[in-house]
């Protein structure tokens, strides 16, 4: 961009902003930006994967924006936060606390990328996306789970904005606080704001046409989460919790290109861990009695304790899960719920020896996504699924069982084990519907129904889908959640028999 434009448009900004009360986070009005406004208070542990972003000089930190992990070592945050001279010069993240001024610990920050067309506008803030590099992996982190490309939530729908938070009664900026808004069509926006031509398709409007409500003055970069999904970034807004003036988030689902080739790699890194992330969608409850094979894998560290994936007991000392549960753990931070029915209680739990993946996976493709896991004590009581011959082959519409700690489209309880049945799906017609966007190997399975509506989505990847008593794949990925024409894919465990027999002599 011209300097002599930037100018301009700096200097307009500053005006609009004084003369319609535009708050925003920028190297032009330091400190300001979004803080959350009559909100309620929250814990750290309900948003495990948020960050306070700091100015860090003469030893202490300054929060300046809010950020949220996408993986261990990067956080997605405002182009605008990064854009900020004094961080770059001296930036750090507290994680892990409820407070933006103690307790957590800090992370110190190696680089900063901002996208390649951001631009303060007048007065909006367009291609408002940044990314934080840490120095060193952060193991314990937990990523936020990324919108799918494109996907809308509709108008009404109430989402979550968290933060560090003033209210306009007591100033209280100090604990992480969250407010519920609706979701607000782009036209009732644009209507709004007729004249300014500033707001885009990378761009989410909600809040209240009353106003009382808002993210405001303090916590940009935080996020905007969609039934557990982050689906925008806290960008802007026009004053504080204003009648008829909403706040602004960047579309996490509409990012377009020209971030660079860093952004790009980093980003294509996370979509593709996230698309396998599996949950049980539109099942129905399960017992253990009934599947005593099926355990959850677990991510315990001194502040969080979260379920992250199912698995299966093939023997008494090893479990079968998918390759990028394994890659999320390690034996110093998993522990193994066997014999429950609930994910959170009851069972037994067991320690983790060593954790391996197949040294041929890809997040890229989803191929050889088969993982395992050593307990460190025999579980000598335990009942063992039973694993199909090398080669075995599972003819289309077969019906099997796919099981895991679910989640469905309303508003069930996850807590305990759910089950769903679908029809195998043949190769040609699973590699059809995944046409121009994935490939579809020798060694996936890949199960549902073409209307989708059910499935095993968001969030229990490794556990097992059940064919005759037989485990015939392992939960991987998919695209959406119960999208038609878009089948469930899982690791085919006959075409990796060979390779569990080997490290494990099952």
Not at 69 to 76: A, M, N, P
Not at 181 to 204: A, D, H
Request: positive net charge; hydrophobic residues 35%; charged residues 20%.
């Amino acid at each position: 961009m011209n300097p002599v434009w930037l100018v301009l448009m700096i200097v307009a900004a500053q005006t609009l902003g004084k003369q319609f009360g535009l708050v925003v986070c920028s190297r032009r009005q330091q400190g300001s930006s979004y803080r959350i406004v009559n909100g309620t208070y929250a814990v750290i542990d309900d948003y495990p994967f948020l960050v306070s972003v700091q100015r860090w000089s003469k030893n202490e930190g300054s929060h300046i924006c809010g950020g949220t992990f996408v993986s261990d070592q990067w956080i997605l945050t405002a182009g605008h936060c990064v854009d900020d001279p004094e961080f770059r010069q001296g930036g750090i993240v507290r994680v892990e606390s409820s407070f933006h001024a103690s307790g957590g610990i800090f992370l110190p920050i190696e680089r900063t990328v901002l996208h390649d067309s951001f631009d303060y506008g007048s007065p909006g803030i367009d291609y408002d996306y940044g990314l934080i590099k840490l120095v060193a992996r952060f193991e314990r982190a937990v990523p936020v789970r990324l919108v799918a490309p494109y996907k809308r939530f509709p108008p009404g729908e109430l989402c979550t904005v968290v933060g560090w938070g003033m209210t306009k009664k007591t100033g209280d900026r100090e604990q992480l606080r969250m407010v519920r808004l609706p979701i607000v069509r782009q036209e009732v926006c644009k209507e709004i704001y007729e004249g300014w031509e500033t707001i885009t398709r990378r761009m989410i409007c909600a809040g209240y046409a009353a106003g009382g409500q808002d993210a405001c003055e303090g916590d940009s970069g935080g996020p905007l989460l969609c039934r557990g999904i982050q689906a925008g970034i806290t960008s802007w807004g026009v004053g504080c919790a204003k009648a008829n003036r909403y706040g602004f988030y960047a579309n996490v689902a509409n990012q377009p290109t020209g971030y660079g080739s860093t952004r790009e790699s980093v980003m294509s890194e996370v979509r593709a861990k996230q698309k396998m992330s599996f949950r049980i969608v539109n099942g129905t409850e399960a017992t253990i009695v009934s599947y005593p094979y099926v355990v959850s894998i677990q991510r315990w560290t001194p502040r969080v304790k979260q379920h992250i994936c199912g698995g299966t007991l093939i023997s008494e000392s090893w479990v079968l899960t998918a390759a990028h549960c394994a890659d999320k753990i390690s034996p110093t931070t998993v522990m193994v719920r066997a014999n429950s029915s609930f994910f959170n209680r009851g069972g037994k739990l067991h320690r983790v020896e060593k954790v391996i993946k197949h040294e041929r996976f890809s997040y890229a493709t989803g191929d050889y996504d088969f993982g395992l896991l050593k307990l460190k004590q025999r579980y000598r009581r335990g009942t063992f699924v039973k694993l199909p011959e090398r080669r075995r082959r599972f003819p289309p519409a077969e019906r099997c069982t796919a099981m895991g700690w679910g989640e469905t489209l309303g508003r069930e309880s996850r807590e305990q084990l759910r089950q769903v049945v679908m029809p195998i799906v043949s190769q040609a017609l699973c590699r059809k519907a995944y046409e121009g966007t994935d490939e579809i190997t020798a060694r996936m399975l890949c199960a549902g129904y073409p209307e989708g509506m059910r499935d095993a989505c968001d969030g229990d990847s490794g556990g097992p889908l059940i064919c005759r008593g037989i485990q015939a794949g392992v939960i991987s990925w998919a695209i959406g959640c119960a999208q038609p024409n878009k089948y469930g894919v899982y690791s085919s465990i006959a075409e990796g028999r060979e390779w569990i027999r080997n490290h494990t002599g099952v």
